[in-house]
Structure formats: C-alpha cells, structure tokens
C-alpha cells in the first residue's frame, strides 16, 4: 500500500517523449497504482490541463496543496519542456538516459510503459535519497543552449566538409590525377595543386 505524506503530498509524474505520443506515468497519493496518461506529442496545452486535473482530484482527497514532481529524459527535444514545466510550478528533473540502472538479466522488452513506469520508480527512489539510482543533467540556459547549438553545427559542417573533400580526392586519385573541381574556396584549390602538381586543373567559380 502506497504510504501518503500527509505533509508535503506530492503527484509524481514521469514522461516518455517521442514525436507522435507522450505517456505520462503518475503516482498519485491516496491512488494505489500508477495511471498512465497518453496525450499527442508536443500538446502541452494537454498536459498541463493533465497535471491541474491530477493536482484537483488528488486535493479533494485529502484536502490539501498538492505539489507536482516530474522527470523525463534528456534527448533531442532540448530542455524547452523543463523551462515550460518550471514556469508552471512544477518541479522538473531531467534524467541521464544512460546512468538510469537496469536489470540486464531479466531481457525485458523496451516498451513505453515500461519505460514510463521504470522512470517512476528511479525518480521516486531519487528523491527518498538515493542518488545512485540515476543521474540528474544540469539544465543549462537558453543563452548556454543556444552557445552550444552553434558549437554543434560547426562540428557537423566541418565533418560534412571532410566528407566532401576526401570523396573528391578518390575520385581524383582514380583519374590520374587530372580532374575538374568547381570550388569557390581557393584554399581547397592550393591543397590539391600541392596534391596533384601541374596535373591539377580547377574551375573556380566555373572559370578555368
């Protein structure tokens, strides 16, 4: 049986995010089960309207203020769902995906349920003091978010750009050495002139 702190009653939630469905695991007090909640992806309009109806039936229970803790995985959605959730007076962590322990005996299978109600039980335990059942991602600002957005880019543009360029070289290679680049970079151009020597032919900005 579910023990009630009669105190500082709390709702639990967590979230399993994907693009098309968001379930919402709670733990209520007073409720002897957790409820999943399934709502569309990115409606948030939804799960607040989810949270202010667990929060009012929860109060009429036992006739006090009910808080509300939720967490969810850090992922590619960003921390804009922490941010909005904070702005409404909820309390929100976001889990490290990998540091959440699981049995690797037992083969369970990856399903959102599962996922949901395991993300329950690592936050509940979390905040009983157990700070070995999962890790915490500190939620950096939107100005140190944007920062490392930027940072981010780079390095794949730059990654996309060795690509490019190493292509090229085979392809070069398989021609002997002699081949047409229409480049708009004359660095890219003194690179394969020091490559290819006096065979090296370039169009730059489609002139020969």
């Given at each position: 049986m579910q023990t009630?702190?009669?105190?500082?009653?709390t709702i639990l939630l967590a979230i399993e995010?994907?693009?098309?469905?968001?379930l919402v695991a709670a733990r209520v007090p007073g409720w002897e089960k957790p409820h999943l909640h399934r709502i569309d992806g990115g409606d948030t309009a939804a799960l607040l309207a989810l949270i202010s109806s667990l929060q009012a039936r929860a109060a009429r229970g036992l006739d006090a203020t009910i808080?509300?803790?939720c967490c969810f995985e850090a992922g590619r959605d960003g921390?804009?769902?922490h941010r909005l959730l904070t702005a409404h007076g909820v309390v929100?962590?976001?889990?490290?995906?990998t540091s959440i322990l699981v049995n690797r005996r037992a083969g369970r299978a990856k399903t959102d349920r599962?996922?949901?109600?395991?993300?329950?039980?690592?936050?509940?335990?979390?905040?009983?003091?157990?700070?070995?059942?999962?890790?915490?991602v500190r939620v950096p600002t939107p100005e140190e978010e944007d920062a490392k957005r930027t940072h981010r880019e780079r390095?794949?543009?730059?990654?996309?750009?060795?690509?490019?360029e190493n292509r090229i070289e085979a392809l070069l290679f398989t021609q002997g050495g002699s081949a047409i680049l229409l480049s708009c970079a004359p660095v890219m151009d003194a690179?394969?002139?020091?490559?290819?020597?006096?065979?090296?032919?370039?169009?730059v900005d489609g002139s020969s």
């Open positions: 009630i702190d009669t105190v500082n009653p995010l994907s693009a098309s469905t968001w808080g509300v803790v921390f804009w769902l929100c962590h976001v889990l490290e995906p599962l996922d949901a109600e395991g993300m329950l039980r690592v936050l509940a335990a979390y905040l009983r003091g157990d700070h070995h059942a999962c890790s915490m390095e794949k543009l730059v990654q996309e750009r060795l690509r490019i690179r394969y002139r020091a490559i290819f020597g006096p065979n090296w032919i370039a169009c």
